[in-house]
Each structure stands twice: as structure tokens, then as C-alpha cells.
């Protein structure tokens, strides 16, 4: 009889790791159309998947600070008065691999208009995997180092939180969170997420 179990108790844990690595591919590549949080939320998710708030109706963005992969502290209250991009990544990510030259160049486009690019580099265990990523790609705004993905779990369910690997989130200029999307971005959709907060008065 407990010769039986051995195999099937295998069985069942090499099924929840297939699961697991499934739904950890799936969060990386997904195409990030769908609204999180459920319930009373005050988002609007688009066609392009990504969700917005209107400016009266936004809460206020979690405590994000810790250590860059320079070194440096950072915290992002910091930037208050500012429009701030957060780009959750991996080096790991195939989509931020595509996404990151984007980013660099409308980092560089935007940062006479008062936005300030940030980083949360996630899940690499190695600074080192990351700090190659940023290189290879030229990567000139700072990213938070978040092996854990303890500054993830910040963000209260029912808001724009991210939900995947790549996300990007957008602060506005009050410190609230504006906008997300859940999947890669070229320049011209993150342009349409910046632009109408860099126009906010």
C-alpha cells in the first residue's frame, strides 16, 4: 500500500512544478489585457491593456525605496512633483529584453518634461545578471535591485499594481498611481501612457 503512494505523491508534486513554471512563463509573456484587483476599482483598462485613473479618483503610490543596482539609495517620494515610470524587469524576461531600448529612448526624450524613469529589477538572484542587462542595453536611469520581490507585495490589491514581469507602472506629479500596463511596451504606447500626465496641470 505504501509502495503506491510514493509514485503518486511524485506525480502530484512534479504536476504543482509544472503548474508553477507555467504560470511564472505565462506572468512573463503574457499580452496584458486583462484588469486586475476585481470589485470597486476606479481603473479603466483600454484596448492596449492598459489601465488608467482619473486624476480625482487615484490612490496614493506605496513607499518604493531601497538600494540601486549602483549601490545608491534611492527612494521614489524623492520625486514627488514629477511624472515617475516604474519598469518592473527581469534580465531573465525575454519581453523586457524587447521593451528595454524603448524605454532608454523615451527616458532621454522626456527628461527635460519632468519625468523621471525608475527601474525595479526583480527575481535575479545575481546583481550581476541585472547589472549586464543594463549595460547591454543602455540603460542610463537607475533601477532599484529587488531580488525578493518584496517592493511587488507594496502595492494593496485593487490597485494598479503590477501583476507581471514586464509591468510599468506611472506616478504622477502628486505621488498617486496613474496608469499600468501589464505587458511590453514600445515607445509609442508608453508615450500614450506618459504624455497626457506629462499635460496634467
Not at 64 to 91: H, M, P, R
Not at 125 to 149: C, H, M, R
Not at 154 to 170: C, E, M, W, Y
Request: charged share 25%.
Amino acid at each position: 500500500m505504501s509502495s503506491g503512494r510514493a509514485p503518486r505523491r511524485r506525480f502530484t508534486l512534479l504536476a504543482a512544478t509544472a503548474v508553477a513554471g507555467a504560470l511564472t512563463l505565462s506572468a512573463c509573456s503574457g499580452d496584458g489585457t486583462k484588469a486586475g484587483g476585481g470589485g470597486n476599482t476606479n481603473f479603466v483598462t483600454g484596448s492596449g491593456g492598459v489601465s488608467t485613473v482619473a486624476k480625482g479618483e487615484r490612490t496614493d503610490a506605496p513607499k518604493l525605496d531601497g538600494t540601486t543596482l549602483d549601490g545608491e539609495d534611492l527612494d521614489i517620494a524623492d520625486y514627488k512633483g514629477k511624472v515617475v515610470v516604474l519598469n518592473f524587469w527581469g534580465s531573465w524576461c525575454g519581453p523586457c529584453r524587447a521593451e528595454a531600448k524603448h524605454f532608454e529612448k523615451v527616458a532621454k526624450a522626456t527628461e527635460g518634461q519632468g519625468v523621471q524613469f525608475v527601474g525595479v529589477n526583480t527575481r535575479d538572484a545575481q546583481k550581476s545578471l541585472a547589472v549586464n542587462f543594463e549595460e547591454d542595453f543602455g540603460i542610463t536611469y537607475p533601477s532599484l535591485y529587488d531580488p525578493t520581490g518584496k517592493l511587488l507585495l507594496r502595492f494593496p490589491k485593487g490597485t494598479l499594481n503590477p501583476q507581471a514581469i514586464p509591468s510599468t507602472v506611472v506616478v504622477d506629479r502628486d505621488g498617486k498611481l496613474a496608469a499600468r500596463s501589464l505587458a511590453a511596451l514600445d515607445a509609442t504606447k508608453l508615450r500614450e501612457m506618459i504624455d497626457p500626465l506629462v499635460a496634467e496641470k
